[in-house]
């Protein structure tokens, strides 16, 4: 039986000098293949592109064979490992959440886990084109303003990954309601799956986003208002004591129901009805 760790390995950000980005292009023969053999979790993005040669992947239980060029895109916590290499050359890019484009980070999260992606010829030529201008601006480190051109070049070279990756544009402009609605939980998913796992959580969290995001106020306040804009009705077109409005509304609990008349409206039910008779 082959020892394993008690932890899946957990590689965080290698260099603290490079600011949460690196980008280099490297040869098989560069590799630490024993180490990169071990599966592994990373704390940052990884793009790797292979530009010549091929070799197999393992990612969370699937194993990929890839022939150049291509892409894999690895996103923070998936368990991945190289199994093998042949004549391969290749560009990395490491980079955090807090170097990437929000936008790009939004439909990253849509697109993962992804399959690696084989590049059609023209494609690959305007990626590699611009790899080569990140990897000179990742070398000049003189050069005034050097990180956030580095962090523009590379957000570049990631928009032009993703967009492959999309293939159709009009997916970035024109998501439908289900396709956002479900980016937006799995969004949520990876964040709370280790705390919640009952789907009235997410369904509520989630429409409350949306409310959030349609009229700044939650779902609870859009039901208390739809009932208080009842409550006034009844006592406004009705004869009908507050007592029995507050049952007829589905309150039990009269006090209850008088206080949520209260704090909704700065006045007491009995207050409103004589207010709407002056």
Do not use: W
């Not at 050097?146 to 024109?174: E, H, M, R, T, V």
């Not at 949306?210 to 700044?216: F, L, P, R």
């Not at 007592?243 to 909704?264: H, T, V």
């Amino acid at each position: 039986m082959s020892f394993k760790p008690k932890f899946i390995p957990l590689n965080t950000f290698p260099d603290v000098e490079s600011k949460g980005i690196i980008i280099e292009r490297s040869s098989v023969e560069d590799l630490e293949l024993d180490k990169i053999r071990k599966a592994h979790r990373d704390n940052y993005h990884l793009f790797f592109i292979l530009e010549q040669g091929s070799g197999i992947f393992e990612v969370d239980f699937r194993q990929y064979t890839i022939v150049s060029p291509s892409i894999i895109y690895i996103q923070p916590y998936q368990v991945h490992r190289g199994i093998s290499f042949k004549e391969g050359l290749f560009t990395v890019i490491l980079i955090n959440d807090e170097n990437l484009n929000t936008e790009y980070l939004d439909l990253l999260k849509t697109i993962a886990p992804a399959d690696p992606l084989q590049l059609q010829n023209e494609n690959f030529d305007v990626l590699s084109d611009t790899i080569a201008i990140c990897l000179k601006i990742y070398k000049d480190f003189e050069r005034k303003l050097y990180y956030p051109i580095l962090k523009n070049s590379c957000n570049a070279l990631i928009g032009l990954i993703i967009s492959n990756f999309l293939g159709d544009s009009a997916q970035i402009n024109s998501p439908n309601r289900s396709q956002v609605i479900m980016s937006n939980f799995k969004s949520l998913l990876e964040n709370q799956f280790l705390i919640e796992k009952n789907p009235k959580f997410y369904a509520e969290q989630l429409l409350n986003e949306c409310a959030k995001k349609a009229t700044g106020e939650t779902v609870s306040y859009h039901i208390q208002q739809r009932i208080i804009l009842e409550a006034k009705r009844l006592l406004f077109h009705s004869s009908k004591s507050v007592k029995e409005i507050a049952y007829q509304l589905g309150y039990e609990d009269y006090s209850y129901f008088s206080r949520l008349f209260i704090k909704a409206t700065g006045m007491t039910a009995l207050t409103f009805r004589k207010k709407s008779f002056e």
